[in-house]
């Protein structure tokens, strides 16, 4: 569950242009000729998020652009027809830069979904680790961790994944110098300043506090991820294992 393995948050593996923007306006790198990278200023905050939803929004009815898709404080565009040359790529970053600098932070309204999670035993083998990590106590990381309600800032890493804003960074934790290779679905992490659930079983390098039997992803619905960006998550505290 490595936030960093989603597209929209890959930096650009092919040549990015040779027009950079101050890094206050934001950058842009090529994703190889399919698709660009925009990544807002600033640090990673809800307000900035809301405006990648509004650019995503206005991008995607642009008829070069084939999918907007937002990532944390990102938004990489697949190219329905890629630009021909470089006069046109400048002319395609121009109109991202000021798309994003008319953007309007755009507040979804989508919905609250209750998580029920058993926190620490087997379904959380981690938590030991945060508790060395934060000096604090079992009962303190799991009160602060069920207190916030958690904003779906976007989907990505693997299909039904969400990435939450909003973590106390009280109980903000380094991510694992050595991955897990599996840990299975919804088991619930921390990793760094971010907390998320796994959609799915797969490698991850969070540390896992406790699980819940949420489905988030079905591919017999639609549509097939139980989140959408704009949802609200809140942690239920269904018991503590120590």
Not at 64 to 91: H, I, Q, S, W
Request: net charge negative; aromatic share 6%; charged share 15%.
């Amino acid at each position: 569950m490595n936030p960093q393995a989603t597209a929209p948050k890959t930096r650009a593996t092919g040549k990015a242009s040779s027009a950079q923007p101050a890094p206050s306006a934001g950058t842009i790198s090529l994703l190889g000729t399919t698709a660009l990278l925009f990544e807002a200023p600033g640090d990673m905050a809800l307000a900035s998020q809301q405006r990648i939803w509004a650019l995503a929004r206005e991008a995607q009815d642009w008829p070069e652009v084939r999918e907007a898709v937002p990532g944390m404080n990102n938004l990489m565009l697949t190219f329905e027809r890629p630009p021909r040359d470089a006069k046109a790529l400048a002319a395609l970053e121009t109109r991202v830069h000021a798309a994003w600098d008319a953007a309007v932070a755009l507040p979804l309204q989508g919905r609250v979904v209750e998580l029920p999670v058993v926190y620490g035993g087997e379904g959380g083998p981690h938590m030991a680790d945060v508790v060395s990590y934060t000096g604090l106590s079992v009962e303190e990381i799991v009160e602060l961790h069920s207190a916030p309600t958690y904003p779906v800032y976007a989907l990505g890493s693997h299909p039904g994944y969400c990435y939450l804003g909003g973590m106390d960074p009280r109980i903000a934790t380094p991510r694992r110098k050595v991955p897990v290779l599996s840990i299975p679905g919804g088991a619930v992490s921390i990793g760094g300043a971010q907390t998320g659930v796994s959609a799915s079983a797969g490698p991850s390098g969070w540390n896992t506090i406790g699980s819940t039997s949420m489905c988030f992803f079905d591919p017999a619905q639609d549509p097939p991820a139980l989140l959408q960006p704009g949802d609200m998550i809140r942690f239920r505290v269904e018991g503590i294992i120590r």
